[in-house]
C-alpha cells in the first residue's frame, strides 16, 4: 500500500516541478514575436502573385528599435504603402494598396490598432482587390505584438472594405 501511495506521490511531485519549471520559463525567455518592437523587426504582406493573387505573404522590414506601439504602427504603414522592393517583384510579389494611400493618423483602443486612412483608399476597382487590400492591411497590422484588431477609418469613419 505504502508502495503505491509512494509511487502516486512521486509522480505527482514530478508533474508540479515540471509544470513549475515551464511556467518559470515562459516568464524568463520572452516570446520573440513580444520583443519584435525592440528588435525593429516587423513583417509587411505583400500579394503574391504566384497564388493567382489571392494570397499575402510576409516580408521582414527593419523599422527604428525600440518604438512603443504607437509609434511603430505610421513607421509599419509607411513600409507597408513603400510596396515590395525591386527583387521582391521579381520574386512574384506585388500590392494592391493603391498609390497615394496615406495614414492620417492612428491609435490604440485596448487591443484594437484603429487607422484612418485618407479617401485614396476607397477609390479601387473590383472585389478581389478591396479584399487583398484589406487582407494586407490585417495580416501587416495584426502580427505587431500587442495588437489582436485592426479597424479601418477614413475620416474618422469605419469602413469595411468589402466587395
Known amino acids: ?63 527604428k528599435k525600440n518604438q512603443s506601439l504607437e509609434v511603430a504602427i505610421p513607421l509599419v504603414a509607411e513600409e507597408l504603402f513603400k510596396g515590395p522592393t525591386g527583387e521582391e517583384r521579381d520574386g512574384g510579389l506585388s500590392t494592391a494598396i493603391p498609390e497615394g494611400v496615406q495614414l492620417v493618423d492612428s491609435r490604440m483602443e485596448g487591443k484594437t490598432a484603429v487607422l484612418n486612412f485618407n479617401d485614396r483608399i476607397e477609390q479601387v ?20 505584438p500587442g495588437v489582436l484588431d485592426v479597424e479601418l477609418q477614413v475620416g474618422g469613419r469605419p469602413i469595411l472594405l468589402e466587395p
Do not use: C
Open 1 to 63: 500500500m505504502f508502495g503505491k501511495l509512494h509511487h502516486s506521490l512521486v509522480g505527482w511531485v514530478m508533474v508540479a516541478v515540471i509544470l513549475a519549471t515551464g511556467y518559470y520559463v515562459a516568464l524568463t525567455y520572452p516570446n520573440p514575436a513580444d520583443d519584435a518592437l525592440a528588435r525593429g523587426e516587423v513583417y509587411i504582406y505583400f500579394v503574391d502573385d504566384s497564388s493567382n493573387a489571392t494570397d499575402v505573404l510576409p516580408v521582414r522590414r527593419d523599422i
Open 125 to 144: 476597382a473590383g472585389s478581389a482587390t478591396v479584399l487583398l487590400i484589406r487582407k494586407q492591411l490585417e495580416m501587416t497590422f495584426d502580427h505587431l
